[in-house]
């Protein structure tokens, strides 16, 4: 192929490229907002977000209707509002490393290292994503478990006790200390050099990637998740308070300067709930 040819192609494949990289960033706009209108109108409870948003904390202790009629189709109703929720949460904090992973696996290709063909994107974030499923499955058994121990309300999904509330905020302070939060942190942080350490090609290692990546995710993050219990699992301000914490740490230049402040803040929240009145 002589020069202009050859010029030619790699400028058609540069333009496919970027192509492709503008169709996944509006497709991961468009999955994520997707996920915060279903939260918006209630994820299938019955009733709206803003029915059970409050700027009270902690949130009334009182409540009339007790633990709710746990079927299976209600298990898994609330697993699908985990699920999704975790998506409309996490997945905006995801996006740099899944543009990383598509630009490197594209320069693969145009560099003859990779076979040629779609990037496998999309089964990274199946493999992201799946670890967040997990984790769904396991708070729905906890909302179920806190409920009938009479610590959540039912209808409100947000503690009536003010033990569980400290002790999950004193907890979760607590977390943001350890060796393993900063590790995963760190990790989230980083996603170049977790690409040149991981690296797999093909669907299978694009899978693995995404389940290794959403691992670390989880374990940066899965105690302030379950700080939805403290505040109100459908509760939209503190949802959207702990969506901006989480891309904070972990795209924000001082993200790491955050981690142990906001322990300290938590913990006294904690402290505080456990012996309000």
């Known amino acids: ?71 299976l189709g209600y298990a898994l109703m609330m697993t699908s509002m985990w699920f999704v ?53 396991v708070a729905t058994a906890l909302q179920y478990a806190f409920e009938r121990a009479g610590l959540v309300d039912g209808m409100w999904m947000w503690s009536i006790s003010r033990y569980l509330t400290g002790g999950l905020l004193v907890a979760a302070g607590l977390y943001q200390f350890s060796p393993l939060k900063r590790a995963c942190l760190n990790h989230c942080r980083s996603p170049a050099s ?24 989880l374990g940066c993050c899965w105690v302030l998740m379950l700080l939805l219990f403290a505040g109100g699992v459908m509760n939209v301000v503190w949802i959207a308070g702990l969506s901006i914490l989480v891309l904070l740490e972990k795209l924000a230049p001082f993200g790491a300067r955050l981690t142990k402040p906001i322990g300290v803040l938590l913990m006294a929240a904690g402290c505080a709930a456990a012996v309000s009145r």
């Open 1 to 71: 192929m002589n020069s202009p040819q050859l010029q030619s192609s790699l400028a058609t494949l540069e333009r496919a490229i970027r192509s492709e990289r503008a169709i996944l960033a509006i497709a991961i706009a468009v999955i994520t907002l997707l996920a915060w209108s279903y939260i918006l109108g209630g994820a299938g409870t019955g009733m709206s977000a803003a029915s059970m948003t409050t700027w009270r904390f902690p949130p009334s202790v009182e409540t009339l209707f007790g633990p709710a009629d746990w079927t």
């Open 85 to 137: 929720m975790m998506v409309a949460m996490m997945l905006p904090s995801a996006s740099p490393m899944m543009m990383i992973y598509a630009r490197v696996y594209a320069q693969g290709q145009r560099q003859g290292q990779i076979a040629s063909g779609r990037v496998p994107v999309a089964i990274f974030a199946v493999g992201y994503l799946l670890c967040w499923l997990a984790f769904s499955g």
């Open 194 to 217: 977790f690409l040149s350490r991981n690296w797999r090609p093909g669907r299978s290692g694009a899978f693995r990637l995404g389940l290794v990546h959403g691992a670390y995710c």
